[in-house]
């Protein structure tokens, strides 16, 4: 199995193609592009030939959503074959994946939802992964969720979970800053111990995003939608996690409400500063 190379330690952006045009006309705007792999599993189009364009110039990371990674059914063959040719196709230096649920049988879900944290599950997802790996010839990151429910079954706190499927199957971890908040927040934990407690030596990417909130009798529920700003406490424990991990590459996703490209720019701003910041001090403890 190959273990590609690390992305840039630079933050990237989801890419849309409502921003193609604007991309062109800033080029090296953005350290690199993630896009889901679903979109692009159909045979060609304008999305593709979008996508080919951006793939010369820059570096590319593939996000997938439809794997299904906690199931309980085997990981869906045609599913992974098609993933499988986005990878060849495109050569992305990473491909991720969501430590979730999304379809039982032949129902298919919108969503990415969560399961028990069990002996039996981990057993389970660690099957799904080596399975995964072994037919994309790489590693693969798998990321932290964002959850709206706990289960009373569940014996393996999630920061062991992760930790024990990386030690596993050897996988990566994608640290989702914004789902780390979401959670924490829902469930009345403290962010920065998830942090303290993550299996840092696994980590391989990064990701920033913005959360709804809805409030109803006095509770707060945040929701994970990629549709708003990120929020400053986002932002903070992502300062955090660049002091306990080091930098990495970071992306920031906005998959709804999707705002002109100079909005998206601004927030690369914030978060490249907080990455050139913690690459100084990087630089700075070697040559001490």
Known sequence: MDHAPSLPPAVGVGFRPQHFSAILERPGSVGFFEVHAENYMGAGGPPHAMLEKIRRD????????????GGRDPIDAAHLARLKAVDERY????????????????????????????????????????CVQATLQRQILIENPATYLL????????????????????CG??????????????HGFDPYAYLDDFAVNAVGEFHLGG?????????????DTHGEAIADAVF?????????????????????????????????????????????????ERAA
């Open 236 to 284: 903070a424990l992502y300062e955090k996690a660049l002091q306990r991990i080091g930098p990495k590459p970071t992306l920031i996703e906005r998959d709804n409400d999707v705002p002109a490209w100079e909005e998206l720019a601004s927030e690369v701003a914030t978060a490249d500063a907080l990455l050139s910041a913690a690459k100084s001090n990087s630089r700075a």
């Open 211 to 223: 959360h709804h909130v809805e409030e109803s009798n006095g509770e707060r529920l945040l929701i």
């Open 151 to 170: 289960f009373g079954s569940s014996t393996i706190p999630e920061t062991e979970f992760l930790a024990e499927l990386s030690r596993r199957t050897g």
């Open 58 to 69: 820059y570096p590319l990371s593939v996000h997938g959503v439809g794997l299904s990674i």
């Open 173 to 186: 971890l994608l640290l989702d800053i914004n789902n780390i908040y979401v959670s924490a927040t829902n």
């Open 91 to 130: 050569q992305p230096t990473l491909v991720s994946e969501h430590l979730a649920w999304s379809s039982h049988g032949v129902n298919f879900y919108n969503d990415l939802l969560p399961m028990p944290l069990t002996a039996e599950t981990l057993a389970r997802v660690v099957g799904h992964v080596d």
